[in-house]
């Protein structure tokens, strides 16, 4: 199982090169990732965007563009649908988000002629390694689905689920977080946790272990679980934290970013095929690291 993103990076190496096909890339940091990417033998890419900006941002920062195919198309939106399109055709493996709003570049993926629509909830999955534990903890959804019902829920933790397996993580513990630890029926998110438990309980919620309602204190720290009397094997050990909405997804993502200086990546699942996605304020190690997460989902 892989418990860093030294050790992605690493395995990312030995299944790649993949091809990324990247939506609007004029943009620094998403160059500068990519160029890694390229350097590292982790995937070879093909930049979709406005040429002339692209290779004057190159410029400007020192990515050299001589080992890329650059295809023209200074529209956003064709320039998303063009990366969406080369994905479904074939012709790359992941599409990656550049310098273009988030919806832009779902709505070329959800395109009903060259999108890559399974009918499946797409969701966010973020990838944290954070100073002081021992495995990587996947954290969902901070960016895409609101306020999720049970069976959007479910299919959010099976989303992840794909993205833990693709880490080697046969079999991750899925910690449902809500405010309390305890089944309260004025509070949606309890009921919701308790249904899931039972959803994986009765088989209908595989590849993982299902746990909850914990608050996040006593799904992460076993100290905490035991200071609470709590004895679920889950308690303090899970994996995945499934987030009762995009605020508290949101929060967390940034509170583990600016606070506790994790490494992080960000992917969407769901598509047939992976979505590298990440926010604007993440750094160009955060898009390489989101880079070989994505390379190992399409190595799978």
Do not use: W
């Amino acid at each position: 199982m892989i418990r860093a993103f030294d050790e992605i990076l690493r395995v990312a190496k030995e299944k790649g090169p993949k091809t990324i096909a990247v939506a609007v890339a004029q943009d620094a940091e998403v160059l500068s990732a990519v160029s890694n990417a390229k350097r590292l033998g982790i995937a070879d890419v093909i930049l979709v965007g406005d040429k002339e900006e692209i290779e004057k941002v190159a410029s400007q920062h020192g990515v050299g563009l001589g080992v890329f195919e650059i295809v023209d198309i200074k529209d956003k939106v064709e320039a998303c649908r063009k990366a969406v399109e080369l994905v479904s055709s074939g012709k790359a493996h992941l599409v990656m988000k550049g310098l273009v709003d988030t919806s832009v570049i779902l709505k070329a993926v959800l395109d009903e002629e060259i999108g890559l629509r399974t009918g499946n909830v797409l969701s966010h999955v973020a990838v944290f390694d954070v100073p002081g534990f021992d495995r990587l903890f996947y954290v969902t959804d901070a960016a895409m689905s609101m306020y999720p019902n049970l069976e959007q829920k479910k299919q959010i933790i099976e989303n992840a689920v794909t993205v833990a397996h693709a880490l080697g993580n046969e079999k991750p513990n899925v910690g449902v977080i809500c405010a309390v630890e305890k089944v309260n029926p004025k509070m949606q998110a309890t009921l919701d946790a308790a249904e899931l438990v039972k959803l994986n309980a009765e088989g209908q919620l595989t590849g993982c272990t299902v746990a909850g309602p914990f608050a996040l204190d006593n799904a992460i720290s076993v100290e905490a679980a035991k200071h609470k009397g709590m004895t679920d094997p889950v308690a303090g050990y899970a994996d995945i934290l499934m987030l009762p909405t995009i605020e508290a997804g949101n929060v967390l993502y940034k509170s583990l970013v600016f606070f506790a200086k994790a490494k992080n990546a960000g992917i969407i699942v769901g598509a047939k095929a992976p979505v590298v996605l990440t926010s604007r304020a993440d750094s160009d190690e955060a898009k390489l690291n989101s880079i070989a997460i994505g390379v190992l989902m399409a190595a799978r």
